[in-house]
């Protein structure tokens, strides 16, 4: 015959006590009185609430009193589960590879601030922000050890740069225009600032285009930055011709995952010629 729970007595203490994203999380899953005895699921259950107690910065958490008593007689059991978790430690300093981009473009990508409550999950926000920028070979954000008589856990961020310069080029064939290639450019770094740079050349018998653009970012470089484009088309058909310059400027600022804003002014020149027919007659 299974074994039932004829008890649960657990208690948390210190500051988590009142820390209701670690009392939400406690209570998934939590063994309750009635249910059958899984020692499995019981050792996954406390090991699951030192670490989440640890990943909220309760390093100090320690287990008051720990135990699974056992009745063969009566098949049943109680479980005491007591933890301390002791203060909640906060951010220390945190520190970037110095010589690729300028220290308040980088802090652009963070969420952390000194004296901030340490949380694991503004860690791995800070690395995947930094892997998405493109600037980088490889990212590391680590926590240093908890300093128990400051209470704080300072933060290292070790970068190496990746490439900065793409090249492009493509050869092909059209129906409607015949052969075609092109040739790109891109310049991923110009400076500490976080600049990029962009150029296309696409030629073919029927139409050719040369384009560049220059994007920085803001404060928020995750979400927001300026872009200066420029751009050249020429078009030559049988009935026409025409060329098209064009020189403009945008913001773009991510409002949501699915949402960005792009407010943009355009100065657009075109001459034209069109064969055939006098379009008046």
């Known amino acids: 015959k299974p074994v039932y729970l004829r008890k649960v007595d657990f208690a ?5 006590a ?83 981009l300028r220290r308040g473009l980088l802090e652009g990508y963070s969420d952390i ?29 680590s926590p240093d050890t908890p300093d128990p008589s400051t209470k704080t856990v300072a933060v290292k961020v070790r970068l190496t740069p990746g490439n900065r310069h793409v090249y492009r080029a493509g050869v092909g064939f059209a129906t409607d225009t015949g052969p075609q290639g092109q040739l790109g450019y891109g310049n991923r770094r110009l400076n500490e600032n976080g600049s990029r740079f962009e150029s296309r050349l696409f030629v073919s018998g029927v139409t050719s285009e040369l384009s560049a653009s220059y994007r920085w970012p803001r404060n928020d470089p995750r979400r927001e930055w300026f872009n200066l484009a420029a751009g050249f088309n020429h078009e030559d058909t049988d009935t026409s011709k025409s060329d098209a310059f064009k020189l403009g400027i945008s913001r773009s600022r991510r409002v949501s995952e699915t949402w960005l804003e792009k407010p943009y002014l355009e100065l657009l020149y075109e001459d034209f010629n069109v064969g055939g027919a006098d379009p008046l007659a």
């Open 18 to 100: 009142e820390d209701e994203n670690i009392l939400a999380a406690l209570r998934i899953d939590q063994p309750l009185s009635g249910d059958i005895l899984h020692h499995g699921k019981y050792t996954s259950y406390r090991d699951k609430v030192r670490n989440r107690l640890i990943e909220r910065g309760y390093f100090d958490t320690r287990y008051r009193e720990n135990k699974v008593v056992v009745d063969t007689r009566n098949q049943e059991a109680e479980i005491t589960l007591h933890l301390d978790s002791g203060p909640r430690y906060r951010f220390g300093q945190v520190s970037y590879t110095d010589g690729i």
């Open 113 to 141: 601030k000194a004296g901030d409550f340490y949380n694991v999950r503004a860690l791995t926000d800070l690395s995947t922000a930094l892997s998405n920028s493109g600037y980088f070979g490889s990212v590391s954000v």
């Open 12 to 16: 948390l203490y210190g500051a988590a």
